[in-house]
Nanobody, 115 residues
């Protein structure tokens, strides 16, 4: 059984920063791409950032230049550093990983940007 556990969400003021973490555990033979998506109330889930096993990254245009995705392959962990946060970044953030050729999702962590 494979699990993804996220942490690091919370309440932050506009302009602030947060760092999300997502650790994969269980019977893991290979991890390919890892990434983050988010879903705001009343909106569809959208891809925020993705990183390949080789370290190539891709970002949604709305977060490019403010968010940075990284991963620690030794720890099976992916991170999302979020800077210059805006109220429109408020959402539940979900980690996703392609592990053993299957897509797994985390349970989600709430990020709220408000003064």
């Amino acid at each position: 059984q494979v699990q993804l556990v996220e942490s690091g969400g919370g309440l932050v003021q506009p302009g602030g920063s947060l760092r999300l973490s997502c650790a994969a555990s269980g019977s893991i033979f290979s991890i390919n791409s890892m990434g983050w998506s988010r879903q705001a109330p009343g909106k569809q889930r959208e891809l925020v950032a993705v990183i390949t096993s080789g370290g190539r990254t891709n970002y949604a245009s709305s977060v490019k230049g403010r968010f940075t995705i990284s991963r620690d392959n030794a720890k099976n962990t992916v991170y999302l550093q979020m800077n210059s946060l805006k109220p429109e970044d408020t959402a539940v953030y979900y980690c996703k990983a392609l592990i053993n050729a299957y897509d797994y999702w985390g349970q989600g962590t709430q990020v709220t940007v408000s003064s």
